[in-house]
């Protein structure tokens, strides 16, 4: 593969010669006006190449940064095929090596794409990489990039600016590697406390997810969307979080969302703002609303990306909402990894065949199939007249708009010297580390232990790297030799493994095994007990509480994090209640926010630096103290 040099008009203009007919046609004039050039280009793509736009299938990295020949541990098929066979030109990246392996493979996939008739280029998409949940059906671990708390840490933070410069490091590392479009902000409120999902919301608080929601867009996509930016897809419309039973709705035991406390409005608040503000897509969720009325009228139970009532009646009618919609992955087909299935989740229609599952979501107003490469089924309902062209068309112009306002026409390339260089650097990861200590919240500390003084003591630990607890003192290895015992624990969950991306995906009781408090109190026999729970969804800690001398909580931080938490960086604050006991939870309507007398409270925090006036409320603004 060789890239397309640039070209030069007889007034001068520098174009790339997509189609090769070695003249400027108006789709490759950088002058133009993004909506212009769609239109001239839509006029001369093949029905193939429009419809190829419509998939945004899983793509991998090969080794070294080289393109896949053939199908990977998560993509269906070698690069070449889908790109040049099937005309798909976005893919939404899983695994990725060094910075400089990210962007030649990004490059490499580029010249590939020249390849095509009319050299559209690829835009690929990543979910959440900063953190540090390695999950595949929703995040990777931050690997070379920079790390960061996960988004409830930077909820836990409480402060607009701080989740700006959060999605300011995401925009500048994904921009680097090639990655022009994020598969969040997640503005889902974490109204159910078992909910898997919850590590990548901004809590329960609608107020605070809006504001830290429309920061996180403002930090990636900037005033406009343009050549700087990566284009945000928000999720999950129109809110994702009141599932039953708290089960996932990945999962046909987790299909249903519910409203017994009436609260929709709530969960629908945080997407008004980020709509009004330009998202560049849209991302319903795979639940179907069951007994939820609005206006006065039954609201179809079937998924929301099939639901004609949310898509195009509340985001494009009521909302005025003209961007991309992208469904959430694999609503059509089946899928199969290894000896293991995931179902397609077309709940509701889990009666149709996939032609009439893809037909239903076109129907109801979606514009792009996630997760999906099956061009021939979308080739067939045009064939026999089950969608018409100028369907087809409509989401083809929305989804080549985005591409043209990235730049991607114009030079979709990456500098690998430069994503070497700019990817994780010392500042950014600096920054990372800082808001990782500054996000860990203290729940429980009655006799003042914390912070820790810097003073000569020995360090029994747990859970934590005994290299990172040295800081506190010397590390022994006997809990009866120590001054001060350290233990950390994971929120608990119920594991399981049937279903593909199941055992990564916590789930069920809220309640620690009972031998853990147990085991704490013997601990707290011999010296002080500081105890971290690492939440990413509450947790029952009422056991916890009552045995340890201090207990914080943190979400996402490493050793070194929570060791300067523990000696005064701590200033987060919950960004969820935690409950008393699962007999509160089972009780607890879904879509409600909180509960009405929990154990602590969302925005309670004991650190210092941070006055209870914006502990439950808004987040900081600059000059708040």
């Known amino acids: 593969m060789t890239r397309l040099p640039t070209s030069t008009a007889p007034d001068g203009t520098r174009y790339r010669d997509l189609n090769g007919n070695g003249r400027l046609d108006p789709f490759e004039d950088p002058r133009l006006p993004a909506a212009e050039r769609v239109e001239d280009l839509l006029g001369r793509l093949s029905l193939a190449e429009r419809i190829g736009l419509l998939f945004h299938t899983v793509i991998e ?31 939404n990246v899983h695994a990725l090596g060094s910075a400089r392996e990210a962007a030649r493979w990004q490059n490499a996939l580029q010249e590939l794409a020249e390849e095509a008739p009319h050299g559209i280029p690829v835009t690929i998409s990543s979910d959440p990489r900063h953190g540090f949940s390695e999950n595949a059906g929703a995040s990777f671990a931050a690997g070379a990039f920079s790390q960061w708390p996960e988004p409830l840490g930077i909820a836990a933070l409480r402060d607009v600016d701080d989740c700006r410069r959060y999605a300011d490091a995401v925009r500048q590392e994904y921009r680097a590697v090639g990655i022009r479009a ?74 249903e969302q519910v409203y017994p406390g009436g609260r929709f409005a709530d969960h629908l608040g945080p997407f008004r703002d980020v709509l009004a503000a330009g998202t560049a897509a849209v991302m319903p969720y795979y639940g179907m609303p069951v007994g939820l009325e609005l206006d006065g009228e039954a609201v179809p139970e079937v998924g929301f990306g099939y639901n004609r009532r949310i898509v195009t009646e509340l985001l494009r009618d009521e909302l005025g909402y003209d961007g991309v919609v992208l469904t959430d992955w694999e609503l059509i087909n089946d899928n199969h990894v290894g000896e293991q299935v995931l179902p397609a989740r077309a709940w509701g229609v889990e009666h149709l065949d996939p032609l009439g599952r893809m037909q239903l979501l076109l129907e109801a107003g979606c514009d792009q199939f996630g997760g999906e490469e099956c061009v021939e089924l979308l080739a067939e309902l045009v064939a026999v007249g089950r969608v018409d062209e100028a369907r087809v068309d409509a989401s083809a112009r929305r989804l080549l708009l985005v591409k043209f306002q990235l730049g991607l026409f114009d030079d979709p390339y990456v500098d690998e010297d430069a994503a070497a260089a700019s990817v994780g650097t010392d500042e950014l990861r600096r920054a990372g580390h800082a808001a990782q200590a500054q996000s860990v919240t203290v729940l429980h500390d009655p006799e003042g232990l914390l912070p820790l003084a810097d003073v000569d003591r020995r360090v029994y630990v747990e859970g934590v790297d005994p290299e990172a607890a040295s800081a506190l003192g010397t590390v022994v290895d006997r809990v009866e030799d120590a001054d001060l015992a350290l233990v950390r624990i994971q929120a608990p969950f119920e594991p399981r493994s049937d279903l593909f991306l199941e055992a990564w995906f916590h789930q069920g009781s809220l309640d620690f095994p009972p031998g853990l408090p147990v085991r704490l109190a013997r601990l707290a026999r011999h010296c002080p007990l500081v105890v971290d729970v690492t939440l990413d969804r509450p947790a029952v800690l009422a056991p916890v509480l009552e045995v340890a001398d201090a207990v914080v909580a943190s979400f996402g931080s490493s050793g070194p994090a929570l060791v300067e938490a523990l000696q005064g960086a701590a200033r987060g604050r919950l960004p969820f209640d935690l409950p008393r006991s699962m007999a509160d939870v089972r009780e607890h309507a879904p879509d409600r926010p909180g509960f009405e007398d929990p154990l602590l409270p969302c925005g309670h925090g004991l650190s210092a630096g941070v006055s209870p006036g914006v502990a439950a409320g808004s987040p900081r603004r600059p000059g708040a103290r």
């Open 61 to 91: 990295s090969g080794e070294g940064g080289t393109l896949l020949d053939g199908p990977g541990a998560i993509s269906k098929t070698g690069t070449r095929k889908v790109v040049l066979g099937k005309h798909v030109t976005h893919f």
């Open 182 to 255: 994020a598969l969040h902000p997640t503005l889902d409120l974490a109204s159910e406390p078992r909910w898997a999902r919850q590590l990548h919301t901004f809590g329960q608080d609608p107020q605070v997810v809006a504001e830290l929601g429309l920061a996180f867009l403002e930090g990636l996509q900037g005033e406009r969307l343009g050549e700087r930016s990566v284009a945000c897809t928000a999720k999950h419309f129109p809110g994702g979080g009141p599932q039953a039973d708290g089960e996932d709705a990945h999962f046909p035991y987790g299909r």
